[in-house]
């Protein structure tokens, strides 16, 4: 297992796989790489609750956000017309905010309290002031939404904004959540942000766009390996528990690579 490790850190962005073996199979995608894909997603949030155990609850809006976005997507499709389905899906995406803006409120306490004992950040204050502003901007913007949906099913302007405000709120927390990490890993981690985890989060996962996971595959691997290098020389920051969780996202993706790496043909 190490072996294979090593290997991997070491070698792998120095291929370059062409399209042509690059198998795109969507019962496959569905029954085995989308599942691995939602674990390294949830795995990378252990991995930032083992470095500052003391945010656990701040970095648990994450799944929320991500929950609520991929409700949003699926609005606009299901309420061109205001059936049970479009009912369904309203009901799911208001549950699913109502748990995100309780998880909020929790968090300005807990800021405080954890907050004050553990280091000043003037940063970090900015972000969690502009983040929980958004939340409560959205709450408001939610209930007018729905409401409009109720008279009038075909809102996609009005979803399609809503989307972007979820998406934006998706930026602001993971700006707020890397100035509560130790400074020696918070460009690591907004680099990963952008050239790995946001395009597994959002455009793959989210949006149910699997065929961008063939189309990126190569600068995918080469960003997961980059922060993977770096997080390993991080001694003082990354501790055993951390490591192991960058180990077990580190064999999905190798699993998931020879799924779709095709050397065959």
């Not at 300005?108 to 940063?123: C, L, P, Q, R, V």
């Not at 009038?152 to 809503?162: A, C, E, G, R, V």
């Not at 946001?198 to 996962?205: C, E, P, Q």
Request: proline content about 2%.
């Amino acid at each position: 297992m190490i072996l294979s490790i090593i290997i991997f850190l070491f070698l792998s962005p120095l291929q370059a796989y062409e399209k042509n073996i690059i198998k795109y199979d969507p019962k496959q995608y569905r029954r085995y790489i989308k599942p691995q894909l939602y674990n390294i997603t949830n795995e990378y949030q252990d991995f930032l609750e083992y470095v500052r155990p003391k945010f656990k609850s701040h970095f648990s809006l994450r799944a929320k956000i991500l929950n609520l976005y991929s409700e949003v997507y699926g609005l606009k499709n299901e309420c061109s017309l205001f059936t049970e389905n479009c009912v369904e899906k309203l009901n799911n995406f208001n549950q699913n905010f109502n748990a995100l803006y309780t998880a909020s409120i929790k968090l300005e306490n807990d800021f405080d309290n954890n907050i004050k004992s553990f280091y000043e950040n003037a940063e970090a204050q900015s972000r969690r002031i502009k983040l929980l502003t958004l939340i409560h901007q959205l709450h408001t913007r939610i209930n007018l939404f729905t409401n409009m949906v109720n008279i009038n099913p075909s809102q996609s302007h009005s979803i399609d904004n809503l989307k972007n405000s979820i998406l934006d709120l998706y930026e602001k927390y993971h700006l707020y959540i890397f100035e509560l990490m130790p400074e020696n890993v918070q460009q690591d981690l907004k680099y990963g942000h952008t050239f790995f985890f946001k395009t597994i989060d959002i455009h793959i996962l989210a949006e149910n766009r699997f065929h961008l996971l063939k189309e990126r595959i190569n600068d995918l691997n080469n960003s997961w390996h980059e922060l993977n290098v770096q997080l390993y020389k991080r001694k003082n920051t990354v501790n055993k528990r951390a490591k192991s969780q960058l180990n077990n996202i580190n064999n999905k993706w190798i699993s998931i690579l020879k799924m779709i790496i095709n050397n065959k043909e």
